[in-house]
């Protein structure tokens, strides 16, 4: 019995690792085989490869109050330049989180080039609305739209770049 | 010859993986407000990109969310201190593995590379010692591990290779201008020597392309390869802040080191 389960364990990881060398390519019908990889237990190992983060990208929303724009809200955690940060950072995970979000959204529209109205269909796009649609809201407010904005280098006064307007989205109250 | 006792090598791999991945919890619980119903992590929103609906049960998930993150907290310690053979140990790394797939199946965003190898070191090492360790599932975890660690340092170097933006050089520079994962005074260090960024992106763009042919050379340039890895993983987190890398990645190295000597002819 015990020599059958280490046969089973060894096709198990066999073809474990074969599938994880497959992964590294990803081709189009091995996408769709591994769609739902929920565990992320096919692992894909690129690192900051091929086009790594050169900038810093920030999720930021505004609400239309009695009419008027009010200003933009920064709801993307600022990254950690303590000192312990190489042992301890916990914000990478809602830095990264809203990374994967934005990094959806570029891929949507890419794939959606064509028809760019369509974007507000994606998921992406679905998650960041969700999340936009999510924050407190003063009374007055009846619209609220969402914008990735890009930035290089440090401190407040840098450049911001736009990368990314959704549309006015209707609030209920 | 170097002879390395596998049972030591998945051992140490275990525990080092669990230390990394008892930090990773204790920081996912200091931001345990993300997980609200504001956060990037709210139910709602995940559910969203799951495109699930309100019948789905991934409520129950959520509401299991902190607790298992608490149970996973105490899974790893209990596996730090008993390793993976003891008959505790083999039930917190049960438990640990079930947890963490619950937490991932709950986060699905805001992942990345650490985690997935912690993943796979856990469930090698599970299949290794359920219902009992024997030596031939050992040596196929240790390998398992060990393959894995070659096959992403690999693919990493390869992909950075066919990637004009790394071989320009001027990579490092741009990563390093970023709040995300720079430091001012890294990036005017490398504006003021771009022979130097351009010498390091180029020194780890080799490291990474020739990681098994180092390995499948004498024991000194394994070692060798591995000491520069540790440094790299090191380097990283201090200077870009990714801090589960440092230790997930070099927990496998013990594997790493017990396959080297099972496929160089040099040892």
Redesign the interface.
């Given at each position: 019995m015990?020599s059958i389960?280490?046969y089973i364990?060894?096709v198990?990881?066999s073809l474990?690792?074969g599938a994880?060398?497959i992964h590294?390519f990803s081709p189009n019908w091995w996408c769709r085989l591994v769609r739902s990889d929920?565990?992320?237990?096919l692992?894909?190992?690129?690192?900051?490869?091929?086009?790594?983060?050169?900038?810093?990208t920030h999720v930021v929303y505004r609400d239309l109050q009695n009419g008027e724009w009010c200003a933009w809200i920064v709801l993307t955690a600022?990254?950690?330049?303590g000192r312990w940060?190489?042992?301890?950072?916990?914000?990478?995970?809602?830095?990264?989180?809203?990374?994967?979000?934005i990094n959806g959204l570029r891929r949507s529209g890419q794939k959606l080039e064509h028809s760019p109205r369509s974007i507000i269909l994606s998921?992406?796009y679905?998650?960041l609305l969700?999340?936009v649609a999510?924050?407190?809201r003063n009374p007055g407010v009846t619209h609220r739209q969402f914008a990735i904005v890009t930035?290089?280098?440090?401190g407040s006064e840098r450049p911001l770049d736009l990368l990314f307007l959704s549309e006015s989205h209707r609030v209920d109250h | 010859m170097l002879i390395i006792d596998p049972s030591a090598a998945l051992e140490a791999t275990t525990r080092i993986s669990a230390c990394g991945a008892l930090i990773a919890s204790l920081e996912m619980i200091t931001v345990r407000r993300e997980f609200g119903e504001h956060g990037v992590f709210s139910r709602a929103g995940i559910m969203s990109l799951y495109r699930y609906d309100e019948k789905s049960g991934f409520k129950f998930v959520d509401k299991l969310a902190i607790a298992t993150l608490g149970i996973s907290i105490v899974s790893y310690i209990t596996l730090i201190l008993q390793g993976p053979f003891q008959p505790l140990g083999v039930i917190a790394i049960m438990t640990a593995f079930l947890c963490r797939n619950i937490i991932l199946w709950r986060r699905l965003i805001g992942g990345d590379g650490a985690e997935q190898i912690t993943t796979l070191t856990l469930a090698a090492t599970l299949l290794a010692v359920v219902p009992e360790p024997s030596p031939q599932r050992i040596n196929l975890a240790v390998s398992f591990i060990g393959a894995q660690l070659i096959l992403s340092y690999v693919t990493a170097g390869i992909t950075k290779f066919s990637s004009p933006v790394w071989r320009r050089g001027d990579v490092l520079c741009r990563i390093m201008d970023t709040e995300t994962y720079g430091q001012p005074w890294i990036v005017a260090v490398l504006r003021r020597f771009p022979r130097v960024a351009t010498m390091l992106s180029w020194l780890v763009i080799l490291f990474q392309c020739s990681f098994l042919l180092l390995l499948a050379g004498p024991s000194w340039m394994a070692f060798g390869a591995l000491a520069l890895g540790l440094g790299f993983h090191l380097a990283v987190a201090v200077t870009m802040g990714i801090n589960n890398f440092l230790w997930a990645f070099p927990a496998t190295y013990p594997c790493v080191v017990v396959l080297g000597a099972w496929i160089s002819p040099f040892w």
């Open positions: 015990a389960w280490n364990v060894a198990i990881l474990w690792f994880s060398v590294q929920l565990f992320g237990l692992p894909h190992w690129s690192f900051f490869a091929p086009n790594p983060a050169h900038e810093d600022r990254g950690n330049r940060r190489w042992f301890w950072n916990p914000n990478r995970y809602p830095r990264k989180a809203a990374n994967d979000l998921n992406s679905v998650g969700q999340w999510a924050q407190s930035s290089n280098g440090f | -």
